[in-house]
């Protein structure tokens, strides 16, 4: 074999270029541009399916705390509003207390009025009788 000449075998590349085999090769390139192609198609819808979620998310978050700031609104005005009405019984209670009072101390001037009608009386007649004795002296 040394009287032969050396060959060199073939390189892959150019091996490939001749033939059926060259035509699957351009096949796969074109299959590799449209997976590319519609990978990078799906990864925009994905993107922009993404940036529709986050806002979705954004503007529910935003409901969210608008309805908690009102439950807390509304949470301080029925306390409020419970507080007024215990405010409002207590302040019948003291009114009633008051009228009761005033009842009492009505019922007192009445008295104390008609005893000092008695008393007016009283001395009045006795006035005269006192006028008589000293007279009689």
Do not use: C, W
Not at 7 to 28: D, F, Q, R
Not at 42 to 50: F, I, K, Q
Not at 55 to 82: P, Y
């Amino acid at each position: 074999m040394p009287d032969q000449p050396e060959t060199t075998p073939e390189s892959v590349e150019t091996a490939n270029t001749t033939g059926p085999l060259s035509a699957l090769e351009n096949k796969g390139e074109r299959l590799r541009s449209i997976l590319r192609i519609a990978f990078s198609a799906l990864l925009g819808v994905l993107m922009m399916g993404d940036v529709a979620l986050y806002s979705l998310h954004q503007a529910m978050k935003s409901q969210v705390d608008s309805q908690e700031h009102r439950i807390e609104r509304l949470n301080s005005m029925i306390s409020d509003l419970l507080m007024t009405n215990r405010n409002a019984e207590k302040i019948e209670k003291i009114e009633q207390q008051v009228n009761g009072i005033d009842g009492q101390v009505q019922a007192i001037t009445e008295t104390i009025k008609a005893q000092d009608k008695k008393a007016d009386n009283l001395e009045a007649e006795l006035e005269p009788k006192k006028k008589k004795k000293k007279k009689k002296r």
